[in-house]
């Protein structure tokens, strides 16, 4: 026997009963309590760093919205997690620690200024505030930049109004709503608590300002829809035929193994864009076959990684007013564009206008010209659930009342920005709307525009 099978043979020897084999039920309950502790810590880090003004947000009002009517499996084991919140002297975040195993470290996410907060993967250690604090980027947009004009107009104001109810909806959760037309604000509802610059995450709207993004590469000239997204592992390799515009209409033919491409170990669990979006297999050719997926966003977005590295997102959220916007990274440094940014109604509600004033802000051409049009055109396979698709962005182009040329920014949880270009409108709709819930968006579409007409 040589000197290392006797050493392993030692260790095994060592080694309890109970640590030598663990059921997959066993190792599930405990990755799900893993995932639970990353989602709070990130949750609360998110809503309340992100936050410009550092009050709106409270940990109760995490609790009680992003907290609860999560994933069936992962509800109950939030709720009774403890956790932590790290301040430095000036009563700023520097990370939240959330324990589940008396074994393991806490999971943690770092508040890193510009780019919102980082989860660690599980088993991670605790970061020194000096170190999170060293890695801070923090400018704060000017919210005089592009002030929201109001105008409020009763019949518009009551259907807003009608959204904080059960009437879209049972049990559908309402935290803000701005209705504008003519960049005008004609009605809005908040919960309590709530206001235009709360700060809430996108989930999947972030796919929408994912296509923004792009579109900003390709007016720099950084950047092609129709060239490949740099896929696979040579030229050889058939995923190199995946072009940026496959990914941005969920068409790149890739493998995905959940229904919506859930995502967890990126979203919750730590790991990173590299290791768990980019290289999934090919199934299908490129551009043939729909299949909504997370990774698909996240394989158009690295492929303008240099853009990004030159020209970080915030510096296009500030430039057109969104100045409570953050999109977050993974802890490598890699934007996860396909959910994770923080926004408020109002700077959602200023990214709707960019694309009715056809890519142009203040005179300047922000994203290239045609770029609604592109967004727009069902180009592409499409969905069978009653709406188009088209390059990051859901189509309102078969429903009666609702002009053909609507389009839609989506997001899990209810979060909506609907563009109305014929009729010159922005609605928008955040909620934390509980799991087996849902809010009637067309519905509410139809009824607003019809306030409006």
Same mark, same amino acid.
């Not at 997690?81 to 430095?88: M, Q, S």
């Not at 019949?155 to 904080?164: E, T």
């Given at each position: 026997?040589?000197?290392?099978?006797?050493?392993?043979?030692?260790?095994?020897? &060592? @080694?309890?009963?109970?640590?030598? &084999?663990?059921?997959?039920?066993?190792?599930?309950?405990?990755?799900?309590?893993?995932?639970?502790?990353?989602?709070?810590?990130?949750?609360?880090?998110?809503?309340?760093?992100?936050?410009?003004?550092?009050?709106?947000?409270?940990?109760?009002?995490?609790?009680?919205?992003?907290? /609860?009517?999560?994933?069936?499996?992962?509800?109950? $084991?939030?709720?009774?997690?403890?956790?932590?919140?790290?301040?430095?002297?000036?009563?700023? $975040?520097?990370?939240?620690?959330?324990?589940?195993?008396?074994? #393991?470290?806490?999971?943690?996410?770092?508040?890193?200024?510009?780019?919102?907060?980082?989860?660690?993967?599980?088993?991670?250690?605790?970061?020194?505030?000096?170190?999170?604090?060293? #890695?801070?980027?923090?400018?704060?947009?000017?919210?005089?930049?592009?002030?929201?004009?109001?105008?409020?107009?009763?019949?518009?104001?009551?259907?807003?109004?009608?959204?904080?109810?059960?009437?879209?909806?049972?049990?559908?959760?309402?935290? @803000?709503?701005?209705?504008?037309?003519?960049?005008?604000?004609?009605?809005?509802?908040?919960?309590?608590?709530?206001?235009?610059?709360?700060?809430?995450?996108?989930? &999947?709207?972030?796919?929408?300002?994912?296509?923004?993004?792009?579109?900003?590469?390709?007016?720099?000239?950084?950047?092609?829809?129709?060239?490949?997204?740099?896929?696979?592992?040579?030229?050889?390799?058939?995923?190199?035929?995946?072009?940026?515009?496959?990914?941005?209409?969920?068409?790149?033919?890739?493998?995905?193994?959940?229904?919506? !491409?859930?995502?967890?170990?990126?979203? #919750?669990?730590?790991?990173?864009?590299?290791? &768990?979006?980019?290289?999934?297999?090919?199934? !299908?050719?490129?551009?043939?076959?729909?299949?909504?997926?997370?990774?698909?966003?996240?394989?158009?977005?690295?492929?303008?990684?240099?853009?990004?590295?030159? !020209?970080?997102?915030?510096?296009?959220?500030?430039? $057109?007013?969104?100045?409570?916007?953050?999109?977050?990274?993974?802890?490598?440094?890699?934007?996860?564009?396909?959910?994770?940014?923080?926004?408020?109604?109002?700077?959602?509600?200023?990214?709707?206008?960019?694309?009715?004033?056809?890519?142009?802000?203040?005179?300047?051409?922000?994203?290239?010209?045609?770029?609604?049009?592109?967004?727009?055109?069902?180009?592409?396979?499409?969905?069978?659930?009653?709406?188009?698709?088209?390059?990051?962005?859901?189509?309102?182009?078969?429903?009666?009342?609702?002009?053909?040329?609507?389009?839609?920014?989506?997001?899990?949880?209810?979060?909506?920005?609907?563009?109305?270009?014929?009729?010159? /409108?922005?609605?928008?709709?955040?909620?934390?709307?509980?799991?087996?819930?849902?809010?009637?968006?067309?519905?509410?579409?139809?009824?607003?525009?019809?306030?409006?007409?």
């Amino acid at each position: 026997m040589t000197r290392y099978a006797i050493a392993a043979a030692a260790l095994l020897a &060592s @080694a309890p009963l109970a640590a030598q &084999s663990v059921t997959q039920e066993d190792l599930q309950a405990r990755y799900d309590r893993a995932l639970a502790a990353g989602y709070k810590s990130l949750f609360l880090c998110g809503a309340m760093a992100s936050d410009p003004s550092g009050l709106r947000r409270t940990e109760r009002s995490v609790e009680v919205y992003e907290l /609860t009517g999560i994933y069936g499996a992962l509800d109950p $084991i939030v709720r009774e997690l403890e956790y932590r919140i790290e301040r430095g002297t000036d009563g700023r $975040i520097d990370y939240v620690a959330t324990d589940w195993a008396e074994d #393991m470290p806490p999971r943690v996410a770092e508040y890193r200024g510009d780019t919102g907060c980082a989860l660690l993967p599980i088993g991670a250690s605790l970061p020194t505030t000096e170190v999170v604090r060293g #890695m801070r980027i923090d400018r704060v947009g000017d919210p005089t930049v592009y002030p929201l004009e109001e105008q409020l107009v009763p019949r518009v104001h009551q259907a807003a109004q009608q959204a904080l109810c059960d009437t879209y909806g049972e049990g559908t959760r309402t935290t @803000a709503v701005l209705i504008r037309q003519g960049d005008v604000t004609k009605g809005k509802a908040f919960a309590v608590g709530f206001d235009a610059n709360s700060t809430q995450r996108t989930w &999947s709207v972030a796919k929408s300002l994912a296509a923004m993004l792009v579109g900003a590469a390709v007016q720099s000239g950084a950047a092609d829809v129709s060239q490949s997204a740099g896929l696979g592992l040579g030229d050889s390799d058939p995923r190199r035929a995946i072009t940026i515009d496959h990914a941005l209409r969920m068409a790149s033919g890739r493998y995905s193994d959940t229904p919506g !491409n859930r995502t967890d170990p990126l979203y #919750m669990g730590g790991t990173t864009v590299n290791e &768990s979006a980019l290289d999934w297999p090919l199934l !299908n050719p490129p551009g043939t076959v729909y299949r909504y997926a997370n990774n698909d966003t996240l394989v158009a977005v690295k492929a303008i990684d240099g853009y990004l590295a030159e !020209n970080p997102p915030i510096a296009l959220f500030e430039r $057109i007013g969104m100045h409570s916007t953050k999109a977050e990274t993974d802890w490598q440094g890699d934007y996860i564009l396909s959910s994770q940014v923080w926004t408020s109604a109002a700077d959602l509600a200023r990214f709707g206008q960019l694309y009715l004033n056809d890519g142009i802000w203040r005179g300047e051409r922000v994203l290239p010209e045609g770029w609604l049009e592109y967004v727009s055109a069902p180009s592409g396979p499409q969905p069978e659930n009653g709406f188009g698709y088209g390059a990051g962005f859901w189509l309102f182009n078969d429903h009666e009342g609702i002009p053909a040329d609507t389009i839609a920014a989506m997001g899990n949880r209810g979060q909506y920005v609907v563009i109305v270009p014929s009729m010159n /409108t922005v609605i928008v709709r955040r909620g934390e709307d509980p799991a087996g819930s849902r809010f009637d968006i067309v519905a509410f579409t139809r009824d607003v525009l019809e306030t409006l007409r």
